[in-house]
Structures are given as structure tokens and as C-alpha cells.
């Protein structure tokens, strides 16, 4: 069984930064893309960043391209996103999600099994 727990949310300013970390449990952590997505209430969940298995291949959604970064460290079973220059529509829920299939990698939603509970990400104006 994979379990998947995110930290590092809360509230910063425009401007600021945060680094979310996302803890894996269960066997083959570097056999997987890790994914970040995030939710506002109200509105579909949206894809943040993917980055493959060995973090040799990463993709960012436009609206983060340039902030944001996505890493991973395989010994411990981590995944992070480092978050610079927030803006206040980075305001949402930020999700972990293990790729389903092993040695593959995309940035769509349904192709992602295992999801955190969220960690809440609010920036102020």
C-alpha cells in the first residue's frame, strides 16, 4: 500500500516562498513519476509539475514555469516543490500523486493513482 503525505503549506505573502515536501510509503518510490497539482475550491484540479522517476525528465504548467521547482530524492522517498515569487492566485489545496504505471510520465490527472490529503497553500495580497 502507497501513502503519500504532504507538508510545508501555509500562509505567505506575494512575493515570498514555500517548499512543500510529499513523504512516500511502500516499495519502488524510484520506479515512479511524482506529480504536484493543486485545487481551488470550486474549480478542477490542475497539473502543477511532473518529474519522471530518476528526475531526469520534469514538465511545469505555464502559470508556474519559472517560480516553481520540482524535485526528488529517491534515498528518501521524497518529492519537493519549491515555490518562489507566489502570487495570490497560487492560492489552492497542493497534491502529491504517484504515476500509476511504473517508467512512464504525464501531466494528466487520471493517469495518477495514489494522491495525498493536501496540504493549503495561502498567499496574501
Known amino acids: 500500500q502507497v501513502q503519500l503525505v504532504e507538508s510545508g503549506g501555509g500562509l505567505v505573502q506575494a512575493g515570498g516562498s514555500l517548499r512543500l515536501s510529499c513523504a512516500a510509503s511502500g516499495r519502488a518510490f524510484n520506479n515512479y513519476a511524482m506529480g504536484w497539482f493543486r485545487q481551488v475550491p470550486g474549480k478542477e484540479r490542475e497539473f502543477v509539475a511532473v518529474i519522471s522517476w530518476r528526475g531526469g525528465t520534469i514538465y511545469y504548467a505555464d502559470s508556474v514555469k519559472g517560480r516553481f521547482t520540482i524535485s526528488r530524492d529517491n534515498a528518501k522517498n521524497t518529492v519537493y516543490l519549491q515555490m518562489n515569487s507566489l502570487k495570490y492566485e497560487d492560492t489552492a489545496v497542493y497534491f502529491c500523486?504517484?504515476?500509476?504505471?511504473?517508467?512512464?510520465?504525464?501531466?494528466?490527472?487520471?493517469?495518477?493513482?495514489?494522491w495525498g490529503q493536501g496540504t493549503q497553500v495561502n498567499v496574501s495580497s
Open positions: 500523486a504517484r504515476h500509476s504505471t511504473p517508467f512512464r510520465l504525464s501531466v494528466v490527472e487520471r493517469d495518477f493513482d495514489y
